[in-house]
């Protein structure tokens, strides 16, 4: 079965310390996205890609960064610079980033926690 | 700036009806979309709506209005395993999504 796999699901890290979350999709999906979730508010965009060795800055790419060299694979790296890191990221993709009924997949998400 | 309103929280009986509001104020609009998400795992698509009016698909219906910037899903027959989050998300004039925080269902027997 298609779909997208994230991992891993759980992650501990401490300060000062660059840890890198999976992201994984066997859909043919050209767009990827990641998002990070937090209680009490919307999801917030990271980074997204729309082709590979592209990508672009969402609202909070700060302290973050990503890479696109395959087009299954969306990595992303949360580094020493992300003041707040601990909170739930989710991976997902569509078939195009630039229409209108752009449904997203998920992966079933990644908790990071600093301690 | 742009916003997504939905209640935090909502509380309804096995059986009944529900309807979970959402407003919003975007840089144009390209879509709205309603996603289920139980706790801890990864959101799932339900519905999208484009035009003014109501789409059916089974015991969930969304409907929209562009001109009043409002929409809600209505769930009728609650069962247990409808509690969840549902997210409220509207793609804006760039195609990026806009997500409300959601809205936590709480389903008691």
């Known amino acids: 079965d298609g779909g997208i796999t994230q991992s891993p699901k759980y992650l501990f890290r401490k300060e000062g310390q660059n840890v890198t979350l999976s992201c994984e999709q066997n859909l043919n999906h050209d767009a990827m996205y990641w998002y990070r979730q937090d209680p009490g508010q919307g999801l917030r965009l990271i980074y997204y890609?729309?082709?590979?060795?592209?990508?672009q800055k969402g609202d909070i790419a700060e302290g973050y960064s990503v890479s696109r060299e395959k087009k299954e694979s969306f990595p992303l790296t949360v580094t020493s610079a992300q003041k707040n890191p601990t909170a739930f990221y989710l991976c997902?993709?569509?078939?195009?980033?630039?229409?209108?009924?752009?449904?997203?997949?998920f992966g079933a998400g990644s908790r990071l926690t600093v301690l | 700036g742009q916003n997504i309103d939905q209640p935090t929280e909502m509380t309804a009986t096995e059986g009944a009806i529900v309807q979970i509001n959402c407003t919003y104020q975007t840089s144009g609009f390209n879509g709205l979309f309603w996603y289920q998400q139980h706790a801890g795992e990864a959101p799932t698509f339900l519905s999208y709506n484009v035009l003014d009016g109501l789409e059916e698909k089974g015991r969930f219906s969304s409907f929209l209005s562009r001109s009043k910037g409002y929409s809600y899903l209505l769930l009728k027959e609650l069962q247990m395993k409808d509690s969840a989050s549902y997210l409220c998300a509207v793609m804006d004039s760039n195609y990026q999504l806009i997500w409300g925080a959601g809205t936590k269902l709480i389903i008691k027997p």
């Open positions: 890609s729309q082709i590979v060795n592209d990508f």
């Open positions: 997902a993709s569509s078939k195009s980033g630039g229409s209108g009924a752009n449904v997203l997949t």
